[in-house]
């Protein structure tokens, strides 16, 4: 039995659980013969070997699966636990089986999956205003006609993805938009040109690992339906390079130099993405989606606008979707442009029991639906989390998922911030300076207890406690009960008892002092 670790302090939970479904299918293709378990969970390393709930878990479904006949004489699949499940299940084709494991079917074909949830396509509630925005803006795009930007951003599980499936869907039934589609990933950050040549592949029914000759042909073929046929050939050569589609350069010194010339390359390429733009959009109107924009590249941002400038005449519009990183990444991106930015805040209350009663219709009462809504805080995947929990009778637990979620961005923070996180979770929802200090004890100086509030504030996973119920003590609380509960998640039962020792210590003569 071997063990692989997937361990990373970037990324949301979702991101790693994608990067671990894909590192299990390649083990799984490259090795059939070799049953392959993926599990999520806290763990600690131990003599360079991973321990704790997230191996145990791959160890029971291992074992479960090893006595499985029916899995031992089919066809090899990886198998997962029900937090990984719930994780990838946006990328994936998961199949749950009778004892509750799921296995791994591999990735979707389609770019345009919903989410599903409890077995019916997620209802999109709560963003009609951030639609009509976009349609009014493609239709100013078509009727000027002009080109166009629309950056969304939002952090993860807050709805971004969902907001585009509605646009698209509702582009559907439309013949005069062509819609390109490029998808970031974590795996591939920073790729040149990733995000614009996965969307060209896919236009162009392009499909990884079939025979170079093939892709070729795909290329051209797709190419030559708008553009003109004396440029056909350029342009698609040089779409090409983009897109990891070489063809031979032979019969082409013009490729063949770019080839021994990076820039000259860029240039190249830059001016055959363009011309085919141009002639798309001379076509019909073309909208071209960059989906997770936070994981792409300095070159296609560059290109996107230059595309902008060049085509200003154009029915083209772009929508890119990100997180809230992406202003650090591409800073003031296509400002000179027309371009319309969209921070995308989270539901409110009333389209979060929309989305309550949709699914569940009356099985809650009006106190669990507030609850729900509460914990959920805006995050739609957090809320459709804590919906399934309901409706499989878990109300009292925290979804694995949700945990996960929270964990992963709680593990991002600073060690400072985190310390200081993990002392504070002990308290409960409300606690002190003093407190951790005594937690903490030797272990950190006022000034890393102070540094480390300083940065939970800023990223506004704490707030201060105006009135404070001791006496000359800061006080602060979780912003979020759901924060505090995966923080605390993270101890070890060993931690947790030495610091609820400590905390009692801490507390005990102020609560005398407090009650007199």
Known sequence: ????????????????????????????????????????????????????????????????RAA?????????????????????????EVRRRDDGSFLLAGERAGADETRPLLGKPTPCVGREQELATLEVMLADCIERPGACAVVITAPPGVGKSRLRHELLRRLRA????????????????????????????????????????????RLLERTARHVQPAATRRIAEFLGEMCAIPFPDDANPELRAARGDPLQMS?????????????????????????????????????????????????????ALARPELAELFPRLWEKRVAQAIHLRGLNRRASE????????????SAQVSRIVEQAAG????????????????????????????????????TSARRVLLAASVFGETFWRGGLLALLGGAASQEVVDSGLSALL????????????????????FRHALTRDA??????????????????????????????
Not at 69 to 92: H, I, K, N, Y
Not at 354 to 365: E, H, P
Not at 400 to 408: D, H, K, P
């Open 1 to 64: 039995m071997a063990v692989a670790l997937v361990q990373s302090t970037h990324g949301a939970a979702t991101d790693l659980a994608v990067q671990a479904a894909r590192c299990a299918m390649t083990i799984q293709a490259r090795w059939p013969e070799a049953q392959v378990t993926l599990a999520t969970g806290r763990g600690v390393l131990h003599e360079q070997l991973p321990l704790g709930e997230a191996a145990d878990r791959a160890g029971r479904l291992h074992q479960a």
């Open 68 to 92: 499985d006949e029916r899995l031992r004489e089919g066809p090899s699949a990886v198998c997962l636990d029900d937090v990984t499940a719930a994780l990838v299940d946006a990328q994936f």
């Open 174 to 217: 439309r013949d005069d938009i062509e819609v390109l589609l490029g998808r970031g990933d974590p795996m591939s950050a920073g790729t040149s040109y990733g995000l614009l040549s996965q969307a060209l592949r896919r236009l162009c029914g392009v499909v990884d690992g079939t025979e170079p000759a093939m892709q070729q042909a």
């Open 267 to 319: 240039t190249q390429v830059s001016r055959a993405f363009i011309d085919f733009l141009r002639a798309e959009c001379a076509a019909h109107t073309v909208l071209l989606v960059l989906e997770d924009m936070h994981w792409g590249d300095a070159l296609t941002a560059r290109l996107v606008d230059a595309a902008l400038a060049e085509l200003g005449d154009q029915p083209l519009m772009i929508l």
């Open 354 to 365: 929309r989305l309550i009663q949709q699914v569940l219709g009356s099985q809650l009462t």
């Open 379 to 414: 995050n739609a995947l957090y809320l459709e989390e804590l919906i399934r929990a309901a409706a499989e009778g878990k109300l009292d637990e925290l979804p694995g998922a949700l945990m996960a979620m929270l964990q992963a961005r709680l593990v991002r923070l600073d």
């Open 458 to 477: 800023t990223a506004e996973v704490i707030a201060f406690q105006r009135d404070s119920r001791l006496a000359g003590e800061p006080e602060y609380r």
């Open 487 to 516: 923080a605390y998640g993270l101890l070890t039962d060993e931690e947790r008892v030495l610091g609820h020792r400590a905390a009692g210590a801490y507390w005990k003569p102020r609560a005398s002092a407090t009650l007199s």
